[in-house]
């Protein structure tokens, strides 16, 4: 991949095209392709127009995403903004000093709870982390957090489930 790479940037072009271009790379490899590719993106300006099955390349790479289903685009807009549509819930992981019942947060659902542990699953235009976070200290007191967002994988399933279709996902990183 590294060589079909240097082969394209040859010509020092506008635009690259890429098809899978992580397909078959070690973790180190991918990593080092998608650093290489962002900066091609964001120093020198090259439009790097790619095609992916592997969503993490999308969101590591691209700011616009075009969702195919069988010839035809039924999504096109920003990663952010397609996450904000279709992620749903987030789920607010929370440690607590010692372990309890599971906890009563309006606006939340505990969906899981493991010894100290509680996830509280809540509603990303309705709520926001803060302000349950807030709820829970109220309640108890918070030794750790972490937040859980909807993975990109399950979006484009949802996106795609709606379509009733299944297809290939094209993204563009961001213009220079």
Known sequence: MRGELAAALLHDPEMLFLDEPTIGLDLVSKDAVRRFLSSLNREQGVTVLLTTHDLVDVERLSDRLLIVDRGRVIEDSTVADIKA?????????????????????????????????????????????????AQVANQAPVRDLAIEETAIEEIVGRIYASAQGSSTVTSMPPSA
């Open 85 to 133: 549509r279709h992620g749903g819930s987030r789920t607010l992981v929370v440690e607590l000093e010692d372990e309890r019942p599971p906890l009563s947060v309006p606006g939340a659902e505990v969906v899981r709870t493991e010894g100290r542990r509680q996830w509280l699953a809540f509603s990303r235009g309705d709520h926001t982390a803060a302000a349950i976070l």
